[in-house]
């Protein structure tokens, strides 16, 4: 099984383009013109879309994470 990752707003764009280039099934937050959205919002459509969530944001992601109800 191939792992298919989200990259979040904080990750520089460029990031997605050289992993795709190297065989990677990666998106982008800018690309699907998600900027902006909660942290929450983003890891829900990691989350739906069967993505690893890639992101420095980690601090707000654990915290989210022990809170969440969302079962992952």
Do not use: P, Y
Not at 9 to 27: I, K, P
Request: glycine share 6%.
């Amino acid at each position: 099984m191939k792992i298919r990752f989200f990259l979040d707003e904080d990750v520089h764009a460029e990031l997605s383009h050289a992993l795709r280039n190297r065989g990677f099934d990666v998106l982008h937050a800018q690309e699907l013109k998600r900027k902006g959205k909660t942290d929450r919002e983003q890891l829900e459509f990691a989350t739906e879309e069967k993505r690893c969530i890639f992101s420095f944001n980690v601090k707000d992601f654990v915290i989210l994470r022990m809170g969440s109800g969302l079962g992952i």
